[in-house]
């Protein structure tokens, strides 16, 4: 069973930044796609950021969008969310997730088929992103 580990999280200051890091527990793990979801508490997971490896075409939440950046290596199974311009409201449980490599056709993005949890397969356990005043 393929885990997902992520790193990366701690304490940071409003304006400032920190690099959260996800990697694949299996050598040759591969993914149609990877990305980034938090949890604040007393509110529901939701969607910051994805990436489809075969055109590294991204979709960024609005509450996030000029702020943070998805990269990552497929062949690797790492992914990274650089996080720059931090806001309180940044503050939540950062969770890295990867859906199945699969066979498509055609290049068409469809933006829902990443935004929503139920599309991907694999989850990390969370890491703590804390961004004070």
């Known amino acids: 069973q393929v885990q997902l580990v992520e790193s990366g999280g701690g304490l940071a200051q409003a304006g400032g930044s920190l690099r959260l890091s996800c990697a694949a527990s299996?050598?040759?793990?591969?993914?149609?796609?990877m990305g980034w979801f938090r949890q604040a508490p007393g509110k529901e997971r939701e969607f910051v950021t994805a990436?489809?490896?075969?055109?590294?075409?991204?979709v960024y939440a609005d509450s996030v969008k000029g702020r943070f950046t998805i990269s990552g290596d497929n062949a690797k199974g790492t992914v990274y969310l650089q996080m720059n311009s931090l806001k309180p409201e940044d503050t939540a449980v950062y969770y890295c997730?990867?859906?199945?490599?699969?066979?498509?056709?055609?290049?068409?993005?469809?933006?829902?088929?990443?935004?929503?949890?139920?599309?991907?397969?694999?989850w990390g356990q969370g890491t703590q992103v804390t961004v004070s005043p």
């Open positions: 997730a990867a859906q199945r490599a699969t066979v498509t056709i055609g290049s068409y993005f469809r933006g829902s088929d990443y935004t929503n949890t139920s599309r991907y397969d694999y």
């Open positions: 299996e050598r040759t793990f591969s993914s149609s796609a």
């Open positions: 990436v489809r490896w075969r055109d590294g075409i991204t």
